[in-house]
């Protein structure tokens, strides 16, 4: 079966998950679908924005490569797809995941991060 691409979702770096939180809620409209101490997922309609916190160090920097996740339905051909043509590594394929999901990432030229993440 072939992959389905269902939509692209940035995660933008954060200092203060709540902070921002309340920001997206009261100022953008988003709601809150999920949040911890280090990532939250909001989402109004069709859009979705992640936020991820960083210590903003030399090891985690607050901008350092941007992230993006590009949800799908049937993650398997594009990850064998990926593994064949030398972009992906085996073992970064995650399965059911804490937050249930199936995902792999990997990095472009400028060092962003793309994962592919498929909701259990």
Request: hydrophobic share 40%; aromatic share 10%.
């Amino acid at each position: 079966m072939k992959t389905k691409f269902f939509e692209i979702s940035p995660v933008l770096p954060s200092q203060d998950i709540d902070r921002d939180v309340d920001w997206y809620e009261r100022k953008v409209g988003f709601k809150l679908l999920h949040k911890d101490s280090m990532y939250a997922v909001l989402r109004r309609e069709n859009l979705c924005i992640h936020l991820q916190w960083h210590a903003d160090t030399e090891d985690d920097p607050l901008l350092g490569g941007s992230v993006i996740k590009i949800f799908l339905k049937n993650l398997m051909p594009i990850f064998e797809e990926l593994v064949e043509r030398g972009t992906a590594k085996r073992d970064k394929l995650r399965l059911k995941t804490a937050w249930k999901t199936n995902e792999f990432g990997v990095h472009d030229l400028n060092n962003n991060s793309i994962f592919f993440v498929e909701d259990l």
